[in-house]
Nanobody
């Protein structure tokens, strides 16, 4: 099992920045990739960014490219999402996801609200 805890959400004005963190614990030794997803009210959960746990290659949704940066600290088993130039449409609950073997693990989510 892998436990994931997100932090760093909050209320920010448009154009501002936030940094989300996702701390992993438990059986973290065989995590292959970690991702950020988000879900806005009335919408489906959508992919935001991904990072390979070994090697660190990254991928982003088109909507956040150039504004968000995903990173990790393997020693701390922690993943980050630096969000700059935030827009009201970035408002959502942001979820951390870890892939390990054939399993998917999710955090409880952290709310990000961007005011116009």
């Amino acid at each position: 099992q892998v436990q994931l805890v997100e932090s760093g959400g909050g209320l920010v004005q448009a154009g501002g920045s936030l940094r989300l963190s996702c701390a992993a614990s438990g059986r973290t030794f065989s995590i292959t990739a970690m991702n950020w997803f988000r879900q806005a009210p009335g919408k489906e959960r959508e992919f935001v960014a991904a990072i390979r746990w070994s090697g660190g290659s990254t991928d982003y949704a088109d909507s956040v490219k150039g504004r968000f940066t995903i990173s990790k600290n393997n020693a701390k088993n922690t993943m980050y999402l630096q969000m700059n130039s935030l827009k009201p449409e970035d408002t959502a609950v942001y979820y951390c996801n870890a892939k390990r073997g054939g399993g998917d693990y999710w955090g409880q989510g952290t709310q990000v609200t961007v005011s116009s």
